[in-house]
């Protein structure tokens, strides 16, 4: 079985915001995920507008970032098609505060779903597909990945399989939303 994984734009305990990102993060090459154009060393962001002391796990707003909690439970399950930048989040609201670890990831991506049954919108110029509905992944073309992207899908979302889907909840994740793909609603 696989499922969506996507910021939960609900758990209002945990949102904030990211003031400019940096011009020297490549945000064309993550936007088409092209991880050869994208340098691996660290890079500082500011945080604006925190609403508690808490953050999310799983940020998908302007770039798709992950805790470092949530790396260490990747890195445990030997997750190999992602791709990871260091991004230090800091809190312009209290600069003495240390800051938060945190990772740009990536995911490879997979031609998995059979469209057919499937209902989405098609940009005339990009071709990219936008999910509206609920969808099937072909698990003969997924291999052992845990965690992907759809190939030609323009989402904020990842894909993760069961055993993935398990150990985020075992771990507690915060701010994350997963949902069947079966049963998934844009």
Known sequence: MYYVLKQDFYAFDYL???DSLPLTLNTTAIYKN????ISDTEEIIDIVNRTSEKLTD??????PLISHKFKILLDDLD???TFYKPIFLRDMSDISRDVFEY???LAGEVDCVNWDNVDYI???LSKLKEIKG???IDRSKTGDFKIFKIKGVLARFYIINEELKERIV???LKGISIVETTQYRD
């Open 170 to 172: 075992e771990e507690g």
């Open 103 to 105: 990772y740009l990831m």
């Open 58 to 63: 799983f940020y998908y707003i302007d770039i």
């Open 16 to 18: 904030f915001e990211l």
């Open 122 to 124: 098609e940009s005339p």
């Open 134 to 136: 609920g969808f099937e």
């Open 34 to 37: 092209e991880w050869q154009h």
């Open 79 to 81: 997750v190999k098609n």
